[in-house]
């Protein structure tokens, strides 16, 4: 499954510890990770400016981030959405030629769909993967 984490879901993972962390190994054994340089710069600076992680701590903690996905050049332009950012994130979802996008946006929840990539929250994903 090509899946695409938006970086609300990143940042659930690395910074909690409950469910999103849980659901990582799970979801790293039958999944293809994708995301975008937008993805990757906004995990780093809200790790910094949101959670307080030192600049090299944060740049350490998204070069984690960076292994596990294959980046994708977004040249796709998507207008579904209010906000631009929600935008780039299914245009880059779109480039992944992705399945699935898992976020904790509500605007993108509420699509459901768009040009054939589901948008799912992160629970919905965990259940879709411990049925494989």
Known sequence: MRVLLDSNVWLAILTTDGFYRRMWPHARRGCQFY?????????????????GF??????????????????????SVVKACADPDDDRILAAALDADGSLLVTGDADLLALKKSQGIDIVTPRQFSESISTK
């Open 54 to 75: 030192s600049p090299r701590h944060a740049h350490l903690v998204t070069v984690f981030v960076a292994q596990q996905i294959e980046r994708v050049e977004v040249t």
């Open 35 to 51: 995301g975008s340089e937008d993805i990757i710069s906004e995990i780093q600076e809200k790790l910094h400016t949101k959670f």
